[in-house]
C-alpha cells in the first residue's frame, strides 16, 4: 500500500527536471528567469494538486499564468496610480 | 503462561497458568483439515472446528479449525509448516503471530497492572477484574525502580565487551551504591546480590540493549560466572539475545532497532530506545500498557504501531474477529480519473513568505483520530457491499461507509476519549501534583492516535486499506478548506494552513475574535477547535535551496505573552550541535520581546552581540566537544560509504577502533578539519578525549547561519556573509585599538 501517485509538490520537481534541457539550451542570462518562472508555480502547488489534472504541466502552467497575471495586475495598479497609460 | 502479580503487601508473585495459545486454519474445502491435522499432529494438543469471522470485510461467519498448540512459541513455525502443505492460499492462516501474552490478556479481558483477583485451580488461573481499562484515576502498585550503570576500563578509545569492568552503580530513591572494589567478579556478584536485595520490578539503563546488558553478560562469561549472572525474579541467568538487531526504512530515514533483553519479572527499560517511555515517562508507559493489553516490557520497546495493533487485535478478538497472519485485504479497484482525485493527502495552504503580525493560531483537535471515529472510516468500512445507501459519504469521491461501526473506530473511542478527558482533568485539577500524570498520559494516547492514520495505510497493518487512508485525507481535505471559508466569509485572511491548523489574521482582531471565529468553525464543520493564541509577529521562511518559495511547517512566532513558537528551525533540530541550538533559542528569546517587526528589527544589535559571544567562545574553544557535536543516523552500512564526507570520517573512526555500525544508528562528531580530504575530517564524539581542536573557521561560519536564519526576514541585510564580516570587524577593533 502507500502513495500511488506522487504528491504534486514532487511531481512538480519531476517535471522541472524534465525541462533540464530546455534550460540548458538557454542563454547564461536567461537561465535564472527561467528558473524563477518555475519557482512561481511553487507558490500555488496546492491549487494545483486541488485542480487534479492528468498531465502535471497543466497545473505548473496554470499556476505560472496565474502568477503573472497577479504580477501584471500590481503593475497595472502603480501604472495608473502614477498616471501611466497602458498602450495600445 | 507466567503471570507475575504485585501484592497489595508489595511482594512480587510467580504464577502459572496451563496455558497455550490457539492458532485458526481456514480453508475452501473443509475436507482439507485433515492434511494439517495429520501433518502437524505433535504440535498441538487438541482441535475442534469453530464458526469465526475470517475476514474483516465479510459479516458473516465461517467454519475454520481452532488448533491449540503445545508450545506458545511455535506458533509461527507451525503456521508456517500448515501454509506449505498447499499452493499459497489453500491453507489460511490466523492469530499466528500474536504474542503469546497479548493473546492470554485478551482471552482473559486482563491488561497489565489491573486490580483483580485470582484463584489457582488445577493449575489454571481463575481470574476476577476488578479494575476497568477506562477508569482515569486508577491506582498503580507501588513500584520499586532502579537504574544500573557500568564503567568500563577502557584499553582503546572505545569501550568494548573485552573490556573489565571499573565499577558498576545501581541508584534508586534511597540512594546510590557503586561496585568498585575487588575482582572484576567480586564487582559482578555484588551487583547481583545488591538487585536481588534491592529487588526492584524495573530497571532503567541507558544502551542497556546496545552495551550495558551484552558487556555484563561477556564479563560474566569471561570470569566463569555466566549462570550466576541473575538479575531477573526467576534465578534465570541472563543470555544474549539469539537475533541481532534490525534496520529499517521508516518515513525517509533509516533507523536501527537492536534485539531486547528482557529480565524476567522485572522490566528491563532502555531510556535509548524506549519511545514511550521518553515521551511520556512511567505514567504513559502505564496508560499505554493499559489501553492497548500489552506487558511492559514489550510496550516499553514496541513502536507506537505495535500497541495500536494490540489493541485493534483486543477488538478483533471480542468480535469473534481472526486476525490474518499473512493479510491479503487488496486495494478496491479505480480508474485514472478516480485515482487521481483519490490519492492524494491532506490540504495545505501555502505559507504568506515573510512576516506577519497580529496572526491567530487556531487548531482542530485530534482530526485524523476524530474523522476515523466520527465518521466511521475502516478498512472494511469503506464502500462496503452492505450499505451501498449510507448517508455517510466521502468528500469529493463520493464512496459509500457502512452504518455498522468498524473495527478501527471501535479500537480508537477509547484513544479518543480518554484523550479528551485526560486533557479536560490537566487543564481542571486544583491539585498540581496529578498534572504532570494527566499530561503524561494524554501524551502517550494522542501518540496511538497519531499512528492510527498511518496504520490505515500501511501495508503490514492487519486492518490496513489504502481506500481507508483515502478517505480520511478526503475529510480532511474537506474540513480544512471549509474552515477557511468560514474564516474569509468573517473578513480573516488565511496566512497559512497546514492539515489541521489554520493560521488567519484581521486588522485589530482581538483574542477574542479569534475565539469566535474558532466556535463558528466547530459549529459549522462539526470537528472541535482550540485556539492556540494570537502572534504579535511570525516569520514563515523560505526553502533553502529557493529563496523565493516558503516551506510548509518552518517558521517561528512570539505570542503576545512573549512565548515562542518554534518549528523546523536550527533551535528544533536534534541533529544541531547544542550550542546552536543555545545561541539560536537566545536571539529568538530576545527578539520575542518585541512587539512588532519592526521593533524586532531594533534587537539586531543585541542578538548581533550573542552571536559575537557565542563566536568567541568557539573561537577560544571555551565550549566543549559535546555542545558542538552534530548527530546523525548512518544511512547506511559503514562498509557501503564511497567518498570522505565528513560522517564517513567519524564512522571510519569508529569501526577501526572495533565499533560495529549498523544502517540506522545514530553517531556523534565534531568537525575538525572541514577541509581536509582524510579520515581526520571529524572526530566521533565518544573518541574525543579531554579538549579538542575543532575546525573553528567552520564552526563560525555555520553558527553565522544559523543566526542569519532567524534574523534576515526582519533585517535582509543580516546574512551569513555580513555577520561573519561584522564579526571580523569586531575581532580586529579591539586589536588594532
Known amino acids: 500500500m502507500g502513495r500511488t501517485i506522487p504528491s504534486f509538490r514532487i511531481a512538480e520537481e519531476q517535471e522541472a527536471a524534465e525541462w533540464r534541457s530546455f534550460r540548458k539550451a538557454l542563454p547564461k542570462e536567461d537561465r535564472a528567469a527561467f528558473d524563477e518562472m518555475l519557482s512561481s508555480a511553487r507558490l500555488f502547488t496546492s491549487a494545483s494538486s486541488a485542480a487534479v489534472r492528468p498531465s502535471k504541466f497543466e497545473g505548473m502552467a496554470m499556476a505560472i499564468i496565474f502568477s503573472h497575471y497577479k504580477t501584471l495586475s500590481r503593475c497595472a495598479v502603480a501604472a495608473k496610480t502614477r498616471g501611466v497609460r497602458p498602450e495600445g | ?737
Open chain 2, 1 to 737: 503462561m507466567v503471570v507475575w502479580l504485585k501484592l497489595e503487601s508489595g511482594e512480587a508473585v510467580r504464577l502459572v497458568d496451563r496455558w497455550s495459545p490457539s492458532i485458526f486454519v481456514g480453508a475452501d474445502n473443509k475436507a482439507d483439515f485433515a492434511v494439517p491435522i495429520y501433518t502437524v499432529r505433535q504440535d498441538y494438543e487438541w482441535t475442534r472446528p469453530v464458526q469465526m469471522r475470517e475476514s474483516v470485510i465479510d459479516p458473516k461467519t465461517s467454519e475454520v479449525l481452532e488448533m491449540k498448540l503445545k508450545d506458545a512459541t511455535k506458533s509461527q513455525q507451525v503456521a508456517g509448516r500448515i501454509e506449505r502443505l498447499g499452493p499459497f492460499g489453500t491453507f489460511r492462516l490466523y492469530n499466528a503471530d500474536i504474542p503469546p501474552p497479548q493473546s492470554y490478556l485478551y482471552e482473559k479481558d486482563l491488561f497489565p497492572l489491573a486490580q483483580c483477583d485470582v484463584v489457582t485451580r488445577e493449575g489454571r488461573l481463575q481470574w476476577k477484574l476488578e479494575d476497568d481499562v477506562w477508569d482515569y484515576e486508577y491506582a498503580v502498585p507501588g513500584l520499586r525502580k532502579v537504574k544500573l550503570d557500568v564503567e568500563v576500563a577502557k584499553e582503546g578509545k572505545l569501550p568494548r565487551l573485552t573490556d573489565r569492568l571499573e565499577s558498576a552503580t545501581l541508584e534508586s530513591d534511597s540512594g546510590k551504591i557503586t561496585f568498585e572494589g575487588g575482582s572484576e567478579a567480586d564487582k559482578l556478584l555484588a551487583l547481583v546480590q545488591a538487585v536481588r536485595d534491592a529487588d526492584p520490578d524495573f530497571i532503567l539503563t541507558n544502551d542497556g540493549d546496545t552495551f550495558l546488558f551484552p558487556y555484563l553478560i561477556r564479563r560474566a562469561q569471561a570470569n566463569g560466572l555466566t549462570s550466576q549472572l541473575v538479575l531477573g525474579r526467576d534465578r534465570t541467568a541472563m543470555k544474549a539475545p539469539s537475533k541481532g538487531g534490525t534496520s529499517y526504512f521508516s518515513y525517509g530515514r533509516i533507523h536501527y532497532k537492536p534485539s531486547a533483553i528482557k529480565l524476567r519479572g522485572r522490566v528491563h527499560i532502555d531510556i535509548n530506545t524506549s519511545f514511550t517511555y521518553s515521551e511520556a515517562g512511567f505514567e504513559g508507559l502505564f496508560e499505554l500498557s493499559r489501553t492497548c493489553r500489552m506487558p511492559l516490557h514489550t510496550s516499553s520497546r514496541a513502536s507506537i504501531g505495535k500497541a495500536l495493533s494490540s489493541l485493534q487485535f483486543y477488538h478483533a478478538h471480542k468480535a469473534g474477529l481472526l486476525v490474518p497472519w499473512k493479510p491479503t485485504l487488496a486495494e478496491r479497484f479505480k480508474d485514472r480519473s478516480e485515482l487521481m482525485v483519490a490519492d492524494r493527502g491532506g490540504f495545505i495552504f501555502e505559507p504568506r513568505l515573510g512576516v506577519c503580525e497580529n496572526v491567530g493560531e487556531l487548531d482542530f483537535s485530534a482530526l485524523y483520530p476524530n474523522i476515523m471515529y466520527r465518521k466511521n472510516i475502516s478498512a472494511e468500512t469503506i464502500r462496503c457491499s452492505c450499505c451501498p445507501d449510507s448517508d455517510n459519504r466521502v468528500p469529493e469521491l463520493g464512496w459509500n461507509v457502512c452504518k455498522n461501526k468498524g473495527i478501527v473506530p471501535l479500537a480508537i473511542e477509547i484513544i479518543v476519549e480518554k484523550r479528551l478527558r485526560y486533557k479536560e482533568l490537566e487543564a481542571n485539577t486544583t491539585n498540581k501534583a496529578d498534572r504532570p500524570r494527566y499530561s503524561a498520559r494524554q501524551a502517550a494516547l494522542k501518540w496511538l492516535g497519531v499512528t492510527t492514520f498511518g496504520y490505515l495505510g500501511f501495508n503490514n497493518a492487519k486492518f490496513g486499506r489504502i481506500d481507508a487512508h483515502i478517505a480520511v485525507c478526503a475529510w480532511d481535505r474537506k474540513i480544512l478548506l471549509d474552515a477557511a471559508r468560514i474564516a474569509e466569509e468573517r473578513g480573516f485572511e488565511v496566512v497559512h494552513g497546514i492539515v489541521d491548523s489554520l493560521w488567519v489574521r484581521k486588522e485589530r482582531a482581538d483574542s477574542g475574535d479569534y475565539i469566535e471565529l474558532g466556535a463558528d468553525i466547530e459549529s459549522e464543520t462539526g470537528f472541535a477547535m482550540t485556539f492556540e493564541g494570537v502572534y504579535k509577529w511570525l516569520a514563515f521562511l523560505p526553502s533553502k535551496a529557493d529563496s523565493g518559495v516558503p516551506v510548509l511547517n518552518r517558521y517561528f512566532g512570539a505570542h503576545s505573552d512573549g512565548t515562542l513558537k518554534v518549528r523546523g528551525v536550527d533551535a528544533r533540530r536534534h541533529d544541531t550541535p547544542l550550542a546552536f541550538r543555545r545561541c539560536q533559542m537566545d536571539l529568538l528569546k530576545i527578539m520575542a520581546r518585541a512587539g512588532s517587526a519592526l521593533e524586532v528589527r531594533d534587537t539586531v544589535p543585541e542578538c548581533t552581540r550573542v552571536f559575537f559571544g557565542y563566536a568567541d567562545m568557539i573561537m577560544h574553544h571555551e565550549l566543549s566537544a559535546s555542545e558542538l557535536a552534530y548527530t546523525t543516523n548512518l544511512s547506511k552500512a559503514p562498509d557501503e560509504y564511497t567518498t570522505m564526507t565528513v560522517q564517513n570520517s567519524a564512522v571510519t573512526q569508529l569501526t577501526r577502533e572495533g565499533a560495529s555500525l549498523h544502517a540506522g544508528e545514530g553517531i556523534r562528531y565534531v568537525i575538525t578539519d572541514y577541509d581536509g580530504r582524510d579520515s581526520r575530517r571529524a572526530i566521533p564524539l565518544d573518541m574525543v578525549e579531554d579538549q579538542i581542536k575543532y575546525d573553528v573557521e567552520r564552526y563560525i561560519g555555520l553558527l553565522a547561519r544559523v543566526c542569519s536564519a532567524v534574523l534576515e526576514p526582519f533585517a535582509p541585510e543580516c546574512t551569513a556573509q555580513f555577520l561573519m564580516r561584522s564579526y571580523e570587524a569586531h575581532r580586529s577593533g579591539p586589536l588594532t585599538s
